[in-house]
């Protein structure tokens, strides 16, 4: 595909088509999930960035199928519970209790890591009643929507706040990426203290495709028309 091509879509409909571009955009720091309804031009020129380069680097990612292969805005809602939903139920407790066992053998020599290890508290706090708010409320509300069909006013409040709390969560990601040098341990750093950052490497990569299935998919098909 062309730069102009590239250029005029949005970085949203880029990973939708190729999800192998999330790393790609992940690693150049172009935001797809909160932000993924601007141009890859206008993203590029936002952050000071050659959209002649980037394109050249989405079009080296491996052409991976989408996990999401398509249907109804239930089976969509359905598939985020059951694959990001799931991960992070079991995820988070194990991340604050990591964060918290490498703080207490590394801390004295890495005082970043009290950062960390508050940031790492604060987003699993953060996350806890937001997915029970969509797993209770929102998206059962969205399944339940007629085919053809859009939703009111009341859901697309919620959904608006929801949204919200994406971007909340996804600029407190952002500064654990940059706490902890893009997830990059240091030489002194143990087993646990290695794995603690793979892991949260892990959970960036994962809520970044998570919120754009979220924002840029499912939310608008609940409240525009079926999918």
């Not at 002649?52 to 292969?69: K, M, N």
């Not at 009341?154 to 893009?182: P, Q, S, W, Y």
Request: glycine share 8%.
């Amino acid at each position: 595909m062309t730069t102009t091509a590239h250029s005029e879509r949005t970085l949203a409909e880029l990973v939708a088509e190729n999800p192998a571009r999330a790393v790609v955009l992940d690693q150049i720091g172009l935001d797809f999930c909160c932000h993924g309804n601007r141009s890859l031009s206008d993203a590029c020129s936002a952050a000071g960035l050659d959209a002649d380069e980037v394109t050249a680097a989405l079009d080296t990612a491996a052409d991976l199928p989408s996990a999401w292969s398509g249907g109804g805005r239930g089976e969509l809602a359905a598939y985020v519970e059951s694959t990001h939903h799931s991960y992070l139920h079991v995820e988070l407790a194990s991340l604050e209790w990591l964060a918290g066992k490498v703080l207490s053998v590394h801390g004295d020599r890495h005082p970043e890591l009290q950062k960390v290890a508050r940031l790492v508290v604060e987003i699993a706090a953060d996350f806890r009643p937001h997915l029970a708010a969509e797993e209770s409320e929102v998206f059962p509300t969205i399944a339940s929507l007629a085919p053809g069909t859009a939703g009111d006013d009341r859901l697309a409040t919620r959904i608006g706040d929801l949204v919200a709390e994406h971007t909340a969560l996804g600029a407190k990601l952002a500064r654990l990426r940059e706490l902890t040098g893009g997830y990059t341990a240091p030489e002194d750093g143990c087993a646990s203290y290695r794995s603690l950052y793979e892991r949260l490497a892990h959970l960036e990569s994962d809520t970044h495709i998570h919120i754009h299935l979220e924002n840029n998919v499912l939310f608008p098909a609940a409240l525009v028309e079926a999918i």
